[in-house]
């Protein structure tokens, strides 16, 4: 549980508080989403989380994240990963963001599952777990393609080019174009 010094430091005599939402917000971020020293730097660093209502905003994206489709273990690592962004207002534009994207009928789950098999097939065909992740984060767009695109890439480049497919990690772009596109460039150079 958050120190009594530490939650004393930002409230206010002037100023009044919702204690058994702030005492229910605290709890329920210690039990569901962080360790307690990471609870204490959480909200010393954004006490905004507790007394401005933001409180309520954390239980709004946590639903939404469930609703979508999004495992509890994942928005755990995204709060825990993420801990600096958790302010009031990123919590607002995330929750946002996700009304918007619930509003048009899109599936995040479903989105959020085809990347994970594009990132899983990355992972079967040989590449080590930090080399994807690396490759992933210069070129996210990879993981917009289907495992049975990525798959043929692979396959051409290890079996038809003999390249190991180590080779992904230097050279990016392979993944990035079309199959057509591939075999007309490897053939062209002949």
Known sequence: MVLKDEISQFSSDESYYDWGRI??????VESYLLEDEKLGMLFSSNPGLLFSGAGKNVYVLICQL????????????????NMHLVTEKCLKNFSGRLSFLDELR????????????SFYCLLESGLDYNAVTSMVKQV??????SRDVLEKKINFLANRLHYPVEELEVFLAYLCHDMERIVRRIFMLC
């Open 23 to 28: 005492i229910d917000t605290s709890e329920f």
């Open 66 to 81: 469930l609703k979508v489709g999004i495992k509890m273990e994942e928005v755990r690592l995204l709060f825990t990963d």
């Open 140 to 145: 996210p767009p990879i993981l917009n393609q």
């Open 106 to 117: 899109l599936d995040a789950g479903t989105i959020a599952r085809a990347g994970d098999q």
